[in-house]
């Protein structure tokens, strides 16, 4: 119903629908007249759900009309520019930033002497938890943006609590920097440092390390020389870091603690009671994030006088019980407003300092607090008008560190060890429930969740399982190590399991290996061989598409091998010969490939397990190549394809498309060292687009080579150079070896 106008104008033409004037629904819902008439012409924000469902009841609305009011609610609420934490994001400067003159003309200076390569290209920012460090580097990254043609980053280190790894950070920001998951699996971990410094050399950044925890977790993400310039914010000075610039922060002066609270208040707010101001300024220890705090208060309360405030404030005996810890003064200003919610908004921030990621959604409230995800939307909209959480561009909320340890000592205080311990329990099983429903959309014989789920979240589509398990990934792999950690040995193998066919589509997520040694080491406590042995190939499939370890993949085949004999699982040990045969042909041992792929292509057919007999007879294709037998892995795919377009066979789904996008692409391959080109190229065509129907990148690269490479031979140079230019946009997304191969080709062509 809602179209494109604006919640405003649809309440109104429901109103005058009814043929109700405002005072009339005003006494049919509740909700004033004036709030009624501000919110029809747009001058009030969008109110929250159970204002709007009064509002609906009021017009006695019908279920159709409801839905729309609701829906046009929803998409005119505000989308909040922030930076997301944890995540590396252009960073957003804090609009009625107030004061700091003498700072950020120390910090453009440093910008203006890190651009000739002279001056230094770290600034440390130190100073006491809510003195504004966060927001002085934002508002400098802001004004100075022009200055970086590199772009400007922030990563969120967490200092305070959880603080992040530096391993971690550094792919945060290599990752923001361009560079591919392909380019990271290949450098390892030992070498993300580097990379991140030479990329900061050659280009010109500025980059907002902040909430540092120590010289230790900063110190690998920091360049050598160049022109980019780091500010670094932590409360110590890090006085451990060489040759970096540093400027010690503290509280605001009372003029620009009283500025600041004008700016917020609006100047003729604050003009009324001037001597209150100042008093509520001092109260608040001209601490920016205090002064935000309670000047937040009083924009949301607007029946409340500043005088009001100041009187609240000048309660010594609750305010100095929060000054008793080392961070008092912030710890005084979450409390004000903590005391002013309601009992549900403030269970609701207790308990979300529970959720193990940088940001959550509302599902994780809905979860936490045992309500719907409308209910738990509306509760925790309330804590963002609080001040007390943050919402994002891309509608996730997240607890800033200080608050998330303000929230995690009030539930140790006012929640029972056995609720503390249930919610914690009802999250964890939630992530991992819904990561297994989740990753068997994938798996044949599962597919959609069953009739019986009630998931939180939709999980109607491989799209949606897919989004959710790369989105939700940092928060159910915590889940996981949580559940690893208390033997919850059912939940670790029953994860492993599920994963079994979506990480085909996610192979450089950089988890899998750690997943499946979870997995590995839950199904030996179970003292169960089958999951063992499971766990050891998929831990060996890992070390190969992923890590690049071929001789300890073997290793870890062979492992599996021995525990599927003890359990006497034939699929099992077919599948650890496979995984053998991957191995040792990476590892350039083409005999060994042959005669483990044909092994475990005899075993799978022994029992008549097909969909295992698709995989295994791809690997023993390509083995044969490799040894130069291509008329013979021919056959063999044709047989795969043969199978697959068969009336009667019942393996689909997500299986049947992956191997026969496989499939497709080995033909091609086989086709051209034939010399049959013509039909290479059909068969590499279509196999891109099974490719690109998959969502597998790295694929796409291998068969726009293939494509390319035929056209080359059947002299169509200049299609040949779009597709073999298309390899070279994928870039490090492909593998290594075939974007040098269409360089090369590229190169070879003339020019066009």
């Known amino acids: 119903m809602s179209g494109e106008k604006t919640y405003g104008a649809v309440l109104r033409a429901l109103r005058q629908q009814a043929r109700l004037t405002m005072e009339q629904l005003s006494e049919a ?49 505000p989308a909040r520019a922030v930076a997301v934490a944890g995540t590396a994001v252009p960073p957003r400067s804090v609009r009625d930033f107030t004061g700091r003159g003498p700072q950020l003309a120390r910090l453009k200076d440093m910008a203006e002497r890190s651009a000739t390569g002279d001056g230094v290209s770290v600034a440390v920012i130190s100073g006491p938890p809510g003195c ?42 290599l990752k923001a920097l361009g560079v591919s998951d392909r380019r990271l699996s290949q450098e390892g971990a030992a070498g993300h440092a580097g990379l991140l410094r030479a990329l900061l050399g050659e280009r010109r950044c500025l980059v907002v390390l902040d909430n540092a925890r120590d010289e230790g977790q900063v110190r690998p993400l920091l360049p050598s020389d160049g022109r980019s310039l780091v500010l670094v914010t932590s409360r110590r000075p890090l006085t451990g870091l060489e040759d970096v610039d540093r400027l010690a922060l503290e509280e605001m002066t009372q003029d620009e603690a009283v500025a600041l609270l004008c700016r917020i208040l609006g100047e003729e707010r604050a003009a009324a009671e001037p001597d209150a101001v100042a008093r509520v300024a001092e109260m608040c220890g001209r601490l920016p994030l205090a002064l935000r705090v309670a000047g937040n208060r009083l924009a949301i309360s607007a029946a409340w006088t500043v005088e009001h405030l100041a009187r ?60 719907d995800v409308f209910e738990a939307e509306d509760v925790m909209e309330e804590l963002v008008e609080a001040g007390l959480l943050q919402a994002t561009v891309s509608g996730r909320y997240q607890l800033h560190d200080l608050l998330r340890l303000f929230a995690r000592g009030r539930l140790a205080r006012e929640e029972p060890p056995v609720e503390r311990r ?53 928060a159910w792999l915590a889940a996981l190590r949580s559940a690893a950690q208390r033997d919850e040995h059912l939940r670790v193998v029953e994860m492993g399991d599920a994963m079994e066919w979506f990480c085909n589509l996610w192979v450089f997520w950089g988890h899998w290996s750690e997943l499946y040694e979870l997995a590995g080491h839950a199904a030996a406590a179970l003292d169960d061989p089958g999951m063992r042995a499971f766990s050891h190939n998929m831990h060996a499939w890992a070390l190969i598409a992923c890590d690049h370890r071929y001789r300890e ?9 021995r ?16 995984h053998a045969a991957v191995a040792h042909r990476k590892l350039g041992e083409a005999q060994e490939a042959v005669d483990k792929a044909r092994a475990s292509v005899e075993l799978y057919e022994g029992i008549g397990d097909r969909e295992g007999w698709l995989g295994a007879v791809v690997n023993l294709g390509s083995s044969l190549r490799f040894l130069g037998l291509t008329s013979e892995a021919h056959a063999q795919n044709l047989r795969i394809i043969e199978f697959l377009d068969s009336p009667d066979q019942e393996v689909g789904g997500h299986l049947a498309a992956m191997v026969r996008a496989h499939t497709t692409y080995a033909l091609g391959l086989d086709l051209a060292v034939l010399g049959r080109w013509s039909e ?24 726009l080579l293939g494509t390319g490479e035929a056209l080359i031979e059947l002299g169509e140079p200049d299609e040949a150079r779009s597709c073999l230019g298309g390899v070279l946009e994928l870039g490090d997304a492909a593998d290594a070896a075939v974007v040098s191969e269409a360089r090369k080709r590229l190169e070879a062509l003339p020019a066009g």
């Open 422 to 474: 249930a919610a914690d329990d009802r999250l964890r099983a939630w992530l991992l429930d819904t990561a297994v429903v989740a990753g068997r959309w994938y798996k044949p014989k599962y597919g959609a969740p069953p009739a019986t789920w009630r998931g939180i979240v939709p999980l109607e589509s491989t799209e949606d399982a897919r989004a959710w398990l790369q989105g939700e990934a940092p």
């Open 553 to 561: 993949a073997i290793d870890q085949a062979e492992t599996g091998l």
């Open 563 to 578: 525990c599927a004999r003890l359990a006497g699982n034939v699929p099992q040990q077919a599948s650890a010969m496979s």
């Open 680 to 703: 290479a190229l059909d068969r590499h065509r279509e196999a891109l687009e099974r490719f690109r129907d998959l969502g597998m990148t790295h694929m796409q690269a291998s068969a």
């Open 312 to 371: 609240r404030l000048a309660d010594e005996e609750r305010r100095l019980s929060a000054l008793t810890v080392d961070d008092v003064r912030v710890e005084a200003a979450f409390e004000l407003s903590y005391r002013e919610l309601t009992d549900a908004a403030a269970r609701m921030m207790r308990l979300l300092s529970l959720v193990p990621g940088p940001d959550m959604t509302a599902a994780y409230g809905a979860c936490l607090a045992e309500v």
């Open 29 to 77: 819902s509740g909700v004033s007249v004036r709030a009624i008439g501000d919110m029809e012409r747009g001058r009030s924000r969008v109110p929250q759900r159970r204002t709007v469902v009064a509002l609906a009841d009021g017009l006695g609305l019908g279920e159709t009309q409801r839905d729309g009011l609701l829906a046009a609610s929803r998409a005119d609420r």
């Open 132 to 173: 504004g460090k966060t927001t002085l580097a934002l508002r400098a990254a802001s004004d100075l943006a022009e200055d970086f043609p590199g772009g400007c980053f922030m990563v969120d280190l967490h200092g305070v609590d959880g603080a992040v790894d530096p391993g971690e950070a550094l792919l945060k920001l």
